[in-house]
């Protein structure tokens, strides 16, 4: 696979959703393919053939709970690239209350970030 596979928090808060519209993002734009962390740690077999044969993984957690890092970690899947959203300065909040905000800026800062990585557009 040439391009990364990205996995994403898949928790009910709102930096759980900023992480998971991020990986949707990054997919949607062609920069990685994402794929199920919840197949992986199922150990289906799929899914973990995909996780494990990835030409480079990012993971995208929403809080420090860092539940989508260690699913990978506990199914032995290296990852290359990790963010925390809460670590760009974004409070955690209950469910869907996020803004646009605070997505842009999320967004702003793993995508600079992947570039710097030589993970970028090809226009």
Not at 25 to 48: H, T
Not at 77 to 103: A, C, L, P
Request: aromatic share 6%; glycine share 4%; hydrophobic share 40%.
């Amino acid at each position: 696979m040439s391009k990364p596979v990205v996995y994403a928090c898949s928790g009910c808060s709102n930096v759980a959703r900023i992480a998971h519209d991020i990986a949707l993002n990054l997919d949607s734009d062609g920069l990685a393919e994402m794929s199920c962390v919840s197949g992986v740690a199922a150990n289906v077999d799929e899914m973990k053939t995909t996780a494990t044969s990835a030409y480079q993984t990012i993971a995208i957690d929403g809080c420090e709970l860092s539940c989508t890092k260690l699913c990978l970690d506990n199914a032995s899947v290296n990852v290359d690239h990790y963010f925390v959203v809460t670590d760009m300065g974004i409070e955690k909040r209950d469910k869907w209350q996020d803004s646009i905000i605070d997505n842009s800026k999320a967004l702003n800062f793993i995508y600079k970030s992947l570039k710097e990585k030589g993970i970028e557009f090809n226009v």
